[in-house]
């Protein structure tokens, strides 16, 4: 039986200080899966201990600390921070070290961008400090506004406006008959990693890249601009990566696959691969508006078009744009403090938790409001220890350097240590920056389960509802059909996201197959200082989460979590929804392939039938698209039957572990406990090739990828997907094949998982 069910569900939400009350016995009761009761009924005395802990005085103050001068890497105060944090996870009595790698960092050395015609203008590419905000004067210390992994350039041409710079974007401009060969393009930030914006606009063409923050999206549509309100301000510019990850590797981009310690053997500037092909330079709107407002040619699209007061063309030109940048191609020191708490009976199982320290200016929302929560989590434990606790497993605190320039410093650990790794992580949890409002929860579905129990043990700090409780109604309230309103009230756990990439999980989940999760709280206020010198404790704690309640919060949900992990007797991992989400997965790809079908069958037509030459307006002239063949039935049963199987052994799985929780405790059982616990942890593995998706073989999980066109968002079943997306689709269908595989393995394991708990005490 599973500890929580829909009526124990509908009482503790009702009578949440009874349900959620210590010292009542039994399995039920205490509601942990993989806890026998009395181990259930300790951890959650422990847990609520825990809880009562974090400080929010603690979190103003390490943030005011942490985010006092410019952090980024190669910095003093980089450095600074991350022997200060080492310090506190020491004088908290943790054992403690900081990992140094030695990576590739671009500084700007020469930013030019000017228009030479119709008009003249040069844009000023600089944010004025603010005589309100204390730390915006910090001019020496802080990086220009600029794009890392942009390549040199020195390129002059006509300007042409892309909208998202997205290839759907490029696919209209196809419609209105305009090219960007020798074009330089400028393109609104957002809808995706921005590295796939000069990542496309160079594979049609283009020789220069300009990416600008557009008031729409976080300007002053949405509130008052910075320092009014907490929205961008003209001069407000979007620092940021735009390293081509998603389709090579993120990390150092001279040690792809390896760590970059000193005798690592790093490849040649040129022989990079994941450096733009085009240069790229991000801008304010107050640098964009003259250029903008000097294209002619057609109107942009309705939806392309901003709040500038301007008409939105497309281009090209007349502006004529020069734009020059180059940089300093230093190799430049990370430093990531590692804190271990050792297990007390599995040392050598670990329960893993990041966030970063590195920002591109004072960053303290991204990442420092996350860090907070990080530091008095481990500050929490600490207490606990003195107290008595003895945590099961080993757990490992981090603090990342470098996530900004591309997941740097997380990176180069996983590949250093990627065979330890495998043998022994069990989990990784990540946050990066917090806000107020609901809980995100987004990671591996083996813990969907899990992360769902730990949201119904938190308290929202403003409606005093369960946080899990509050972020089910908020789905409610989006719901699009009556359908996803009836599966959020009736489904027992919320469905959690799967992971994309652009913070820390990356390396675990993608390249060495830990199941991991993905924390945040967010939704109530709208930011527009991301990657900006504005993002700093003045605009924290006036905008955001001011009075760190939420940075608690964090503390707690995540804290809790690292407990409930590293104490269990069978890791809480639960493959039911896996299997459901596998299931939903299949079906997605096989109404992704009949709708792609429908579309084109329908456009051939229109072609057929002269719709084209119907709808053609000879003073905006268009050019009609031309007709496609139209895509293959492909053979999903290798999918379906292997998830039919996994659904089958996750059920099994799932009756087994309820039967053997009431027998948990017995010392005889140990051995038993140890085997079925390494099988847990290989279930995330089993999920991965180790050949890697087709083109980019360090990404090895075959459910999650970053999209080679996103970047931040997810393609699930990745190599299925992408495939069909990319019209490769013989590749498609050997990707169902090799899915299918994993999904049999995985079953195999969790079959063998559950025959072993049977097996134990007979
Ligand atoms: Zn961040």
Redesign the pocket.
């Known amino acids: 039986m599973r500890p929580i069910s829909a009526t124990m569900l509908i009482f503790a939400l009702v009578f949440p200080s009874l349900f959620f009350g210590a010292g009542q016995a039994g399995s039920n009761q205490a509601g942990l899966v993989g806890y026998s009761p009395r181990a259930g009924q300790n951890e959650r005395e422990w847990e609520a201990k825990f809880r009562a802990i974090p400080d929010p005085a603690n979190l103003r103050e390490y943030m005011r600390r942490l985010s006092a001068r410019p952090h980024h890497v190669g910095s003093p105060y980089d450095k600074d921070n991350a022997e200060w944090i080492l310090a506190h996870f020491k004088e908290w009595g943790l054992d403690a070290h900081i990992e140094r790698f030695d990576v590739l960092f671009p500084t700007p050395k020469v930013r030019l961008l000017e228009m030479l015609g119709p008009t003249k203008f040069t844009a000023k590419l600089e944010e004025p400090a603010l005589a309100v905000d204390p730390t915006s004067n910090q001019k020496s210390e802080q990086l220009p506004t600029y794009n890392a992994y942009s390549m040199d350039g020195d390129v002059t041409g006509p300007l042409v406006f892309v909208n998202y710079g997205l290839p759907e974007d490029y696919e209209k401009l196809d419609r209105l008959g305009i090219s960007v060969k020798g074009a330089i393009v400028i393109a609104k930030y957002y809808h995706s990693w921005r590295g796939v914006k000069p990542k496309v606009a160079a594979e049609h063409g283009a020789i220069g890249c300009l990416i600008y923050s557009e008031p729409k999206d976080d300007g002053y549509t949405r509130d008052n601009v910075f320092p009014l309100g907490p929205m961008r301000n003209p001069d407000g510019v979007q620092r940021g990566s735009v390293m081509d990850f998603a389709s090579s590797s993120p990390g150092d981009p001279l040690t792809p696959g390896i760590g970059a310690t000193p005798d690592a053997k790093r490849l040649a500037l040129k022989d990079a691969k994941s450096l733009t092909k085009i240069p790229v330079l991000p801008i304010s709107y107050g640098d964009a508006q003259p250029l903008l407002a000097a294209l002619a040619g057609p109107m942009a699209p309705d939806e392309w078009r901003g709040s500038l007061p301007i008409p939105y063309h497309v281009g090209p030109g007349p502006a004529q744009v020069h734009l020059k940048v180059a940089f300093n191609w230093d190799i430049k020191p990370v430093y990531d403090v590692i804190a271990k708490i050792p297990g007390s009976v599995a040392p050598d199982e670990w329960i893993i938790r990041g966030?970063?320290h590195d920002?591109w200016v004072n960053?303290a929302e991204?990442?420092i409001s996350?860090q907070v929560s990080l530091l008095e989590e481990a500050r929490a434990l600490s207490e606990l220890l003195k107290q008595g606790w003895k945590p099961r497993r080993t757990i490992i605190y981090t603090a990342w350097d470098g996530?900004?320039p591309m997941l740097l410093g997380s990176t180069e650990w996983v590949e250093t240590h990627a065979d330890e790794l495998r043998e022994h992580a069990a989990v990784y949890i990540n946050t990066?920056?917090n806000d107020r409002g609901v809980l995100n929860m987004g990671g591996s579905h083996s813990l969907e389960q899990f992360i769902n129990g730990v949201a119904r043990d938190i308290e929202d700090p403003e409606t005093k509802m369960t946080v899990w409780r509050r972020a089910q109604l908020s789905k409610i309230a989006e719901a699009k059909s009556a359908d996803d309103r009836k599966e959020l009230r009736q489904r027992a756990d919320l469905r959690i996201n799967a992971l994309g990439s652009?913070?820390d999980f990356t390396g675990f989940l993608d390249h060495v197959g830990i199941a991991s999760l993905d924390l945040a709280y967010s939704g109530e206020d709208e930011q527009g200082i991301y990657h900006s010198i504005y993002d700093d404790f003045y605009w924290y704690t006036h905008f955001s989460d001011s009075d760190f309640v939420y940075g608690r919060a964090l503390a707690q949900t995540v804290g809790t979590s690292v407990m409930r992990l590293a104490d269990a007797e069978v890791l809480p991992f639960d493959f039911v929804n896996l299997a459901d989400t596998a299931g939903t997965y299949t079906k997605n790809l096989e109404k992704l392939v009949a709708d792609k079908q429908e579309e084109i069958r329908e456009r051939n037509q229109e072609v057929d039938e002269g719709m084209f030459k119907a709808t053609f307006d000879p003073r905006r002239p268009t050019v009609a698209p031309a007709k496609e063949e139209v895509p293959p039935h492909l053979n999903f049963a290798p999918m379906q039957n292997a998830v039919d199987s996994l659904t089958r052994s996750a059920k099994h799985y799932q009756e087994a572990l309820a039967k053997y929780e009431e027998n948990l405790g017995d010392e005889a059982m140990a051995p038993n406990l140890r085997l079925v616990n390494r099988k847990l942890i290989d279930s995330e593995r089993r999920l991965t090739n180790s050949e890697g998706l087709p083109r980019r073989p360090w990404y090895k999980h075959l459910l999650y990828a970053p999209g080679v066109y996103t970047g931040y968002g997810v393609k699930t079943v990745p190599g299925v997907r992408e495939g069909i997306e990319l019209k490769r689709y013989a590749e498609a269908e050997s990707e169902i094949v090799r899915v299918a595989k994993a999904l049999e393995d995985e079953s195999a394991l969790i079959e063998s998982a559950a025959r072993e708990l049977e097996g134990a005490g007979k």
């Open positions: 966030n970063h920002a960053g991204d990442p996350g996530e900004e990066d920056g652009g913070t």
